[in-house]
């Protein structure tokens, strides 16, 4: 089959691998309808996440059909069609019990990361009970997408995590994907403010059809730290969500929070940031990181089918498998391609 696979950093290629079999009874086999590209993989090809191998296949997302199922597989049938969860978990460990998936003992983040992932024709699912969700009746294939990483990423670790409330002033510190997913479901919550900050003034467009109340550009940090503080009355904001994984974002979200104020990290950070913890004992605040657990899905997989959220608002693009480097091309380069995500069909 084809496959796009890690070499090492700044080196993929789409090669022809071995068909994925059943290694565990627990393991189902999975033909790729679509797929997408990360915010992640592109670390990955950038050298953040040095634990990949060479050879191994990229990708954590995307749905399908189940073409074969282990012995041990209850809650899905060949022919089923499928989202694949980022996230492998087995559903009975002691973090799997405590809801906190992407700790499994018998899984976690590991597609596209330790072991063969999603961007290629078929995919071998680990703990396929857990790790796979029924694409409801009517659901479009690209709202199906949207439901394997990026949208409960951004409900889990930037608004939950957040503790994102009614009333709350809220400021998202990158207007990328997961920026866009976690402005989206932040207004399940009926923030009274929501800031979108970024470089880029087409996305900060998009940002404010989506729902923002306000748009900065950060093209001088100062300044658009000034401007938060204009529109909180001094205050800062209750919640701070970094979105875009830099040491430079993570240092514009820690000087914007107002007392009590909740930090959500959601970014990849592949270097150190600086914490200004001498300023910041003071005022009661909150700082969260995580890796999303996907205990969020069901969840907004219900939003979806009751029209409170539309996930496909975000594809820009399309393109055949055949083209996936081009749209790897396109997704790097989003602020001359105005991509936002882009869908990969097979």
Request: charged share 20%; hydrophobic share 40%.
């Amino acid at each position: 089959m084809k496959a796009l696979v890690y070499r090492e950093p700044q080196e993929m290629i789409v090669a022809d691998v071995d068909l994925p079999r059943i290694q565990e009874e627990t393991d189902a086999i999975v033909r790729m309808v679509k797929t997408t590209i990360c915010g992640t993989d592109l670390h990955i090809l950038n050298g953040d996440t040095p634990e990949v191998e060479a050879d191994t296949v990229l990708g954590h997302e995307g749905i399908g059909v189940v073409e074969k199922i282990g012995s041990a597989v209850s809650n899905f049938r060949v022919g089923d069609r499928v989202i694949i969860s980022c996230v492998t978990a087995c559903g009975h460990c002691t973090y799997c019990q405590e809801g906190m998936y992407a700790h499994c003992e018998n899984g976690g983040w590991i597609l596209g990361h330790e072991i063969d992932g999603t961007q290629s024709e078929f995919v071998r699912i680990p703990q396929a009970d857990h790790s796979l969700y029924l694409i409801p009746e009517g659901m479009s294939d690209d709202a199906a997408v949207m439901m394997s990483d990026i949208f409960p990423t951004g409900f889990e670790i930037g608004v939950l995590n957040g503790r994102v409330k009614k009333g709350d002033t809220v400021a998202i510190i990158g207007a990328g994907p997961i920026g866009m997913a976690t402005l989206l479901t932040a207004q399940f919550y009926s923030p009274a403010k929501v800031i979108m900050v970024d470089l880029d003034d087409y996305r900060l467009g998009i940002a404010r059809d989506f729902g923002a109340t306000d748009t900065i550009n950060a093209g001088d940090m100062e300044t658009a730290i000034e401007k938060i503080y204009q529109l909180t009355n001094g205050k800062g904001v209750d919640v701070a969500i970094e979105a875009a994984g830099f040491p430079a974002t993570f240092d514009f979200c820690q000087k914007i929070l107002a007392v009590g104020g909740h930090l959500a990290n959601e970014g990849v950070h592949g270097r150190p940031v600086q914490f200004d913890l001498d300023k910041l004992w003071i005022k009661n605040v909150t700082v969260t990181t995580g890796l999303v657990s996907t205990n969020s899905t069901s969840r907004l997989i219900e939003a979806v089918e009751k029209q409170e959220l539309f996930p496909e608002r975000l594809v820009t693009h399309h393109f055949d498998f055949t083209e996936i480097k081009k749209a790897y091309q396109i997704f790097e380069n989003a602020s001359d391609s105005q991509a936002i995500k882009v869908i990969l069909s097979f």
